[in-house]
């Protein structure tokens, strides 16, 4: 049974006074377990959609999905999920020590279990320091640590993380990355929307680029990444002039023997790997401008 199962699901936003906006078109998606998926997509494509009716707070105008086999319609199907929405908000008067207690005994954990990971969780977002200071005085990098904590306080087998390294500065990015490599040593799946493709492309098996509702691509990103697409030329001349060039695969041949052929060192020649960044622009610009939701 997959952790994620999407079915045709399509989500038509109506206002009284607006057109009507078509924000998913018939997606499928299935994320299997143990699986870490990069849901790319640029702004207004609908990640956050998708991830709004994952976690039960957006009903989809048709189709469905199901959280380890659960439609989620069911409030039962959000017990196994640990959720960091886009914009995360917390009670202003409480500290992130007493939140995280408190998302614990929502989750029915015992109280043994909540002192134990309520800890845990603050020291690996490196909010010990900060802990017992009421939130509303949190910056903005400490405010998406802390929800990350709580999206992992209960340890459930799912996350779903709607932009993760978001408002984080290089070493929160590089920690919420190991976090998420860590989750994916347990066996637990994580599901996490992002424009940043250097992210993907570090812990995700798989990615999945959505475009105006719409999946324009799905594919593990070793298969992306894998072919040749270029070559770092370093050629010497008699002379003793270096020349550094990129080429393309088609003009490598021809390159090398004229260099031969003038009696130059050819001093290096480094493949290129394809970027995610370049498939990603390339996906987007492909998509067909005249379909989907206006942003
Ligand atoms: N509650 C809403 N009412 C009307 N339109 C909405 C609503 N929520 C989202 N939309 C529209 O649906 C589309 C998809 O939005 P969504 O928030 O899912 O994008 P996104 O991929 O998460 O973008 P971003 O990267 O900017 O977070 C956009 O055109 C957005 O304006
Ligand atoms: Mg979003």
């Known amino acids: 049974m997959p952790a ?5 699901l399509t989500k038509v936003f109506t206002g009284k006074k607006r057109a009507s906006l078509v924000a998913l078109q ?3 998606l299935s994320i299997e377990k143990g ?3 990069g849901f790319l997509g640029p702004n207004g494509a609908g990640k956050s959609t998708t991830i709004n009716i994952l976690t039960g707070q957006l009903r989809a105008t048709s189709g469905a999905a199901r959280i380890f086999g659960i439609s989620v319609a069911s409030p039962s199907a959000r017990t196994n999920i640990g959720y960091l929405p886009e914009n995360p908000a917390f009670y202003h008067f409480m500290t992130a020590r007493e939140y995280l207690r408190f998302v614990g005994r929502t989750f029915r954990m015992s109280p043994q279990e909540i002192d134990r990971e309520t800890e845990r969780v603050l020291t690996l977002l490196d909010l010990t320091a900060a802990a017992d200071r009421p939130i509303k005085g949190f910056s903005k990098g400490m405010t998406q640590r802390l929800g990350l904590a709580q999206a992992l306080v209960h340890g459930p087998d799912l996350y779903i993380l709607d932009e993760p390294m978001s408002g984080l500065d290089p070493i ?3 920690l919420a990355k190991d976090i ?6 347990e066996g637990k799946t994580v599901f996490f929307s992002t424009h940043i493709t250097a992210d ?3 812990v995700c098996d798989r ?3 959505i475009v105006k509702g719409q999946l324009r691509a799905l594919d593990e990103v070793e298969n992306i990444m894998r072919g040749t697409e270029s070559y770092l030329l370093e050629i010497r001349s008699p002379h003793g002039d270096l020349e550094r060039k990129i080429v393309g695969k088609e003009q490598l041949s021809t390159i090398i023997l004229q260099a031969i052929r003038q ?3 050819i001093e290096r020649i480094e493949p290129k790997r394809k970027s995610l960044e370049k498939f990603f622009l390339e996906t987007v610009n492909n998509s067909d401008a005249t379909s989907g939701p206006a942003l």
Do not use: M, P, Q
């Not at 994620?4 to 045709?8: A, G, T, V, Y």
């Not at 998420?180 to 040593?185: A, R």
């Open 263 to 265: 009696e130059s060192t």
């Open 172 to 174: 929160g990015r590089a």
């Open 26 to 28: 018939e997606l499928d």
């Open 4 to 8: 994620i199962e999407i079915h045709n």
């Open 180 to 185: 998420i490599v860590s989750l994916k040593k």
């Open 35 to 37: 699986e870490v998926f």
């Open 207 to 209: 990615v999945g680029i």
């Open 200 to 202: 993907v492309e570090a």
